[in-house]
């Protein structure tokens, strides 16, 4: 093909997924068979400080003489660039003018860990670390435990955590009863994915 895609638009539609439109090429720059028009993009930062990117870049296939499409499957709070092309039997014509766009905030992926460890009868230590993907940024944790005996169940007790506390101590309500720990994330727009663990029974370790 001889020419490219015209007045690219993009559209926000959430955090991990954008509208395309654009004005197509006329048929005869096409120079044989219109086969698709294709979005090339990649994510070229993190609205985050410091966190790494790879900046492979991918595409979305539309097939056919069309003028709009989604792009989905992208990384929340992130800048990306993104260009497009039509393409024939032989490959892609010429690349679209560059076009940039952030990605709003989204709910972080679930803490990478949560270790449980029990000193003695009357406390319980807890440690974790961030999530790989905070996907925007981390206001705090939210950890709900309930403790558990057969099928009897204690309570839940919810505690809101700062963004960067990595331990939780908690005082025992008797030496038998197990927990069942569950903990997520939390950025502006909500929480995350929950990680759930539950302590060992003592007579176990």
Do not use: C
């Amino acid at each position: 093909p001889k020419a490219a895609p015209t007045d690219v638009r993009i559209r926000v539609l959430n955090s991990t997924a954008i509208a395309l439109t654009w004005t197509r090429v006329h048929l005869d720059t096409i120079q044989g068979q219109l086969k698709e028009y294709r979005a090339y993009f990649w994510r070229d930062s993190s609205l985050l400080k410091n966190l790494w990117v790879s900046k492979k870049r991918q595409f979305v296939s539309f097939p056919g003489d069309r003028n709009r499409g989604t792009v989905s499957r992208l990384f929340p709070y992130s800048n990306y660039k993104l260009e497009m092309v039509v393409t024939n039997g032989r490959g892609d014509g010429p690349r679209s003018e560059l076009k940039e766009f952030p990605t709003p905030e989204g709910v972080p992926s679930s803490p990478r860990y949560l270790r449980i460890r029990q000193p003695n009868l009357e406390i319980i230590n807890l440690e974790w670390d961030h999530p790989e993907h905070p996907n925007g940024i981390i206001t705090g944790y939210t950890l709900r435990y309930q403790p558990f005996n057969g099928t009897r169940t204690g309570r839940t007790v919810v505690e809101h955590l700062s963004p960067n506390q990595t331990r939780f101590t908690l005082q025992r309500s008797d030496p038998i009863s197990r927990y069942r720990f569950v903990l997520r994330a939390r950025t502006q727009v909500g929480e995350g994915e929950a990680l759930v663990e539950e302590s060992p029974a003592l007579l176990d370790e």
